[in-house]
């Protein structure tokens, strides 16, 4: 009885999970859905061509360049706001 209980508490404290990244868009940086009057995009400002982005397993790489295509003028105010912790997609960023 005592080798079943200790079998029973082992395995009921041994219970795992295994979680896997899906994205549904591939495309992880989204527009704005509601954006500040005058504000830009991710792709307005930046050029995105060479960047790679890889997903593996439950991380997702990020490699090469991002070049910027946005004018900027040194009295221009730049603002962004992220948020990678979204349950329903990676990040919503806005310029």
Partial sequence: MR???LFV?????SWAA?????LED?????PCTEPPPGSIG??????IGD????????????SE?????WDVEPTDRISVC????QPRQLGTDCI
């Fill in 42 to 47: 991710f792709h307005d400002a930046f050029d």
């Fill in 26 to 30: 591939p495309d992880i940086f989204s």
């Fill in 18 to 22: 295994d979680y896997e990244l899906l």
């Fill in 82 to 85: 992220n948020n990678a912790l």
């Fill in 65 to 69: 360049s991002v070049t910027s295509i």
């Fill in 3 to 5: 080798t079943l209980m």
């Fill in 51 to 62: 960047l790679v982005v890889d997903q593996d397993m439950d991380i997702i790489h990020l």
């Fill in 9 to 13: 508490f082992g395995f009921a404290s």
